[in-house]
């Protein structure tokens, strides 16, 4: 089955120590997207593809960056993470191109991640 | 600013039919989405409205009045399964940075 999947489901680092979120679709989506959720809150929009074209929210942190190597594959790094980023990353895809497309997003499982 | 917004909880009784409202204010306006999200889950795309008026899949209907800048997603039928949070979800443009905005999401109980 197509899908989003997402490395791995859970994370614990300490504090300062980089860490690395993958997440990779079969579904050949040109539109891949990274979100942070915290609790009970809404996902929170970090940074974007649209196939090679990075996109980065302008309240993203610079501790937060990402890499898309193919279209199958796009990485999270956090290079520094403080306690504050504990939080489930999210990773998602869509198509592109018609309008419809564009705005149904297909969601990974998420990656929850801890930091001590 | 950019913003949504919809009620933060709502109940309702099984069986029953219950409506979650979303108001935005957008720079642009590239159509309005929902998705349901369970607890530990991740969200799950319900629907989407470019144009004025109802859609409905199943047991879920949304409708858009862009005049109004107003949305809304009505659940019928209501199932104990349907326990979970809904977010509203706006593009504001079209281009490839375009940016999407979610609502801070409404959280639905069901009560046997």
């Known amino acids: 089955d197509a899908m989003v999947i997402q490395n791995p489901r859970y994370q614990v680092t300490q504090f300062g120590k980089p860490v690395t979120l993958s997440c990779s679709q079969t579904?050949?989506?040109?539109?891949m997207y990274w979100y942070q959720q915290k609790s009970s809150q809404a996902p929170k929009l970090l940074f974007h593809y649209y196939d090679k074209d990075f996109n980065n929210e302008a309240d993203t942190p610079d501790n937060f960056q990402s890499r898309r190597p193919n279209t199958s594959f796009c990485f999270l790094d956090i290079r520094s993470p403080g306690l504050g980023d504990a939080a489930m990353y999210l990773c998602?895809?869509?198509?592109?191109?018609?309008?419809?497309?564009?705005?149904?997003?297909?969601f990974g499982p998420g990656t929850r991640l801890t930091v001590l | 600013g950019q913003s949504l917004e919809q009620p933060s909880e709502v109940t309702a009784v099984e069986g029953a039919i219950v409506q979650i409202n979303c108001t935005y204010q957008?720079?642009?306006?590239?159509?309005l989405s929902w998705y349901q999200q369970h607890d530990g889950g991740a969200p799950t795309f319900l629907s989407y409205?470019?144009?004025?008026g109802l859609e409905e899949t199943g047991r879920f209907s949304s409708f858009l009045s862009r005049s109004d800048s107003y949305g809304y997603l009505l659940l019928q039928e209501l199932q104990m399964k349907d326990s979970a949070s809904y977010f509203c979800a706006v593009r504001d443009g079209y281009s490839s940075a375009s940016k999407i905005i979610f609502g801070s999401g409404t959280r639905l109980s069901i009560r046997p």
């Open positions: 998602a895809t869509s198509r592109g191109g018609t309008a419809s497309s564009y705005n149904e997003q297909f």
């Open positions: 579904l050949n989506h040109n539109v």
């Open positions: 409205n470019a144009l004025d």
């Open positions: 957008t720079s642009g306006f590239y159509g």
